[in-house]
């Protein structure tokens, strides 16, 4: 068995053929859980997971880029869906409602995104802060319905880590995933000290972050696609067109990430599926 532990199939990049990609996936032994990102997507996601018995689950949150989307100007992306970026207020019960499936797995993708961001130091500052106070709300979230998280960090790693390493001192313990890790060997050993996974996608045929995988341990990774984003090179040419005219990721071919990380630790591609199936298992309870 392998699972994904970070796909998008209830974006917009899936309307026409969802069903087909489901049921390919599946029957490839590949477990998933869609990942929301407000909360249109993750209800699509608990409905989408609640239409088939087994082996599709569902995360509920709202990512950063929404969390403060009043401070900057951000395109809108076809492939997740037809509407106009803006402020979404977290509403805590209309998730907390969301939650009560038994499909939802976990609160994500939440966390901290300063990538794009204002160019005034009073509007960053604004920025910051109230990404900051929806993760916070989040994280409570999470608390209070003892699910794990996962966690978007984009060029904010020392601010995520200031903030659960707080939280943890005052006895708020966390469990989750860094989804999309692509940060340095000292803070991905930061997140693991804290007793987050790193999560490992089709970013790493783009980006080096071969020494923090040889060096974390196979017990602490899990492995995601990220679909329709971040396609492993080597899937390109099987690959769906999407909208825009790139490769269409999807969670078939997580192997190929599977198999570079079993390449870099010099082990098998049946020891990194095996792991890392047992890892999610472990933290979302499926």
């Known amino acids: 068995m392998i699972i994904d532990t970070h796909s998008h199939l209830n974006f917009n990049a899936y309307k026409k053929d969802f069903d087909e990609v489901i049921k390919k996936t599946?029957?490839?032994?590949?477990?998933?859980?869609?990942?929301?990102?407000?909360?249109?997507?993750?209800?699509?996601?608990?409905?989408?997971?609640?239409?088939?018995?087994?082996?599709?689950?569902?995360?509920?949150?709202?990512?950063?880029?929404?969390?403060?989307?009043?401070f900057q100007k951000i395109k809108t992306d076809p492939e997740e869906g037809n509407f106009l970026v803006k402020e979404q207020n977290f509403d805590k019960e209309a998730y907390k409602k969301l939650a009560e499936s038994k499909k939802v797995v976990a609160?994500?993708?939440?966390?901290?995104?300063?990538?794009?961001?204002?160019?005034?130091?009073?509007?960053?500052?604004?920025?910051?802060?109230?990404?900051?106070?929806?993760?916070l709300q989040q994280l409570d979230l999470a608390k209070e319905l003892n699910l794990?998280?996962?966690?978007?960090?984009?060029a904010a790693h020392n601010d995520v880590i200031e903030?659960?390493?707080?939280?943890?001192?005052?006895?708020?313990?966390?469990?989750?995933?860094i989804h999309c890790f692509t940060g340095t060997g000292e803070q991905a050993q930061k997140y693991m000290d804290m007793g987050f996974y790193l999560g490992i996608n089709g970013i790493i045929f783009?980006?080096?972050?071969?020494?923090?995988?040889?060096?974390?341990?196979?017990?602490?990774?899990?492995?995601?696609?990220?679909?329709?984003?971040?396609?492993?090179?080597?899937?390109?040419?099987?690959?769906?067109?999407?909208?825009?005219?790139?490769?269409?990721?999807e969670p078939i071919f997580i192997k190929h990430t599977i198999?570079?990380?079993?390449?870099?630790?010099?082990?098998?591609?049946?020891?990194?599926?095996?792991?890392?199936?047992?890892?999610?298992?472990?933290?979302?309870?499926?």
């Open 26 to 70: 599946l029957a490839e032994n590949i477990w998933l859980i869609n990942v929301g990102t407000k909360f249109k997507t993750s209800e699509q996601a608990v409905n989408l997971a609640k239409m088939y018995n087994e082996g599709i689950y569902a995360a509920i949150g709202l990512h950063p880029i929404y969390a403060a989307a009043e």
């Open 107 to 135: 609160i994500g993708e939440i966390g901290l995104d300063y990538y794009y961001k204002p160019k005034t130091k009073t509007k960053l500052e604004q920025f910051k802060e109230k990404q900051k106070q929806v993760f």
């Open 148 to 154: 794990p998280v996962i966690l978007h960090c984009r």
């Open 163 to 177: 903030i659960l390493t707080l939280r943890q001192a005052q006895g708020e313990i966390q469990k989750g995933v």
């Open 206 to 249: 783009k980006f080096n972050i071969d020494e923090v995988i040889k060096n974390a341990p196979l017990d602490k990774i899990l492995v995601e696609t990220d679909c329709p984003y971040l396609i492993p090179l080597p899937a390109v040419a099987l690959a769906k067109l999407g909208s825009q005219g790139y490769a269409r990721n």
């Open 259 to 286: 198999q570079k990380i079993a390449e870099l630790k010099g082990i098998s591609f049946k020891e990194v599926a095996d792991q890392t199936s047992e890892n999610a298992r472990k933290l979302f309870g499926v």
